[in-house]
């Protein structure tokens, strides 16, 4: 048995250099948004009456996961007198309970370079497909923005419209995104191969 290996499968591979680095400067760029421009600050605001908010949190002994509430196990509860009522008193929203103790930054941080390279690996799949190896650069750079900011900004979007995260949050998280999106095409740009 055969296959034939097309030259942007060969291309690929060759990419692997554009691919880490991209993802490395991601993630020197997010921690400097994070650490020294601190533009998030703000997303996450204390409870008041925190104590007693966790009081009744742990009396309920949610297990790690998201909860919506009022909750409704379908559309057609939602639509009931009964739940009505609840979503006109309110609070309404959604919570995620994480696994009790401190939370391990060594794995997140790990976890989000896994994604960065995911991404770079997709801008590099996406921009092979437009353009061949020697392409002009502000061409390179185009098709890898564009890919960059499907992988990083827009997919925070959907937060605002479907889980309530304030519009505001959301359009630091998409300018995080942009950054993140000229950064990776800018290092593909520079790394891109010559014309075989």
């Not at 055969?2 to 250099?17: E, K």
């Not at 008041?48 to 949190?57: F, I, P, Q, T, Y």
């Not at 960065?116 to 061949?132: E, F, G, K, P």
């Amino acid at each position: 048995m055969w296959c034939v290996q097309s030259p942007a499968m060969t291309t690929l591979t060759t990419l692997w250099l554009p691919i880490l680095l991209s993802a490395v400067f991601v993630f020197i760029v997010s921690s400097l948004i994070h650490m020294v421009v601190q533009w998030h600050k703000a997303d996450c605001k204390p409870m008041a009456d925190e104590g007693k908010v966790l009081d009744a949190l742990r009396s309920a002994h949610l297990e790690p996961g998201q909860y919506m509430f009022p909750g409704c196990k379908s559309m057609k509860d939602m639509g009931s007198p009964e739940m009505q009522a609840k979503f006109a008193k309110g609070p309404c929203g959604t919570i995620i309970v994480r696994p009790t103790g401190v939370p391990n930054m060594g794995k997140h941080l790990g976890q989000w370079f896994v994604l960065c390279v995911l991404i770079s690996a997709a801008v590099a799949w996406i921009t092979l497909q437009a353009r061949l190896p020697g392409a002009p650069v502000i061409d390179v750079f185009k098709v890898a923005f564009g890919a960059g900011l499907l992988g990083y900004a827009l997919t925070h979007v959907d937060d605002s419209i479907w889980k309530g995260l304030a519009w505001a949050t959301t359009a630091r998280f998409v300018v995080d995104g942009v950054l993140y999106a000229l950064t990776t095409a800018a290092t593909f740009a520079w790394l891109w191969p010559a014309a075989f």
